[in-house]
Nanobody, 129 residues
Framework: QVQLVESGGGLVQAGGSLRLSCAAS????????MGWYRQAPGKQREVVAA???????NYADSVKGRFTISRDNAKNTVALQMNSLKPEDTAVYYCNAQDVFATALAMGVVAVLPPIDCWGQGNQVTVSS
C-alpha cells in the first residue's frame, strides 16, 4: 500500500515563505509525475505545480516566479517552496502522485502492480494580509 505523507504549511504573513514536503512510502517501483494541488473554500481543487520523473516542471500562472517544485526520485519525495505568498494563496494544499507503480510479492516472485494515483492528507496554508 502506498501512502503520501505531507508536512509543512501553517500561517504566514503576506510576503513570507513556506515550504511543503511530501514523502511517498510503501513498496514503490516508480512514480511518473508528482505535484501539488490546492483547494480554497468554495472553489474547485486546482493544480499548483507538477514535476515528472525526468524533472520537467509545470506551474499554474498564478504561482509562476514565486513557487518552486522539486523532487528526489531516490527518496520518492516532492517539495514545494512558496515565496512571496499572497492572501489568495490561502488554501488546503494536497500532494499528488500519478502513475505510481508499486510492487508485491506473490509466490516468491516480485510483481509490478498496475499504476494508481495517490493523494496526501492535505495541509492548510493561511496567508494573512
Amino acid at each position: 500500500q502506498v501512502q503520501l505523507v505531507e508536512s509543512g504549511g501553517g500561517l504566514v504573513q503576506a510576503g513570507g515563505s513556506l515550504r511543503l514536503s511530501c514523502a511517498a512510502s510503501g513498496s514503490i517501483f516508480s512514480i511518473n509525475a508528482m505535484g501539488w494541488y490546492r483547494q480554497a473554500p468554495g472553489k474547485q481543487r486546482e493544480v499548483v505545480a507538477a514535476i515528472t520523473s525526468g524533472g520537467s516542471t509545470n506551474y499554474a500562472d498564478s504561482v509562476k516566479g514565486r513557487f518552486t517544485i522539486s523532487r528526489d526520485n531516490a527518496k520518492n519525495t516532492v517539495a514545494l517552496q512558496m515565496n512571496s505568498l499572497k492572501p489568495e494563496d490561502t488554501a488546503v494544499y494536497y500532494c499528488n502522485a500519478q502513475d505510481v507503480f508499486a510492487t508485491a510479492l506473490a509466490m516468491g516472485v516480485v510483481a509490478v502492480l498496475p499504476p494508481i494515483d495517490c493523494w496526501g492528507q492535505g495541509n492548510q496554508v493561511t496567508v494573512s494580509s
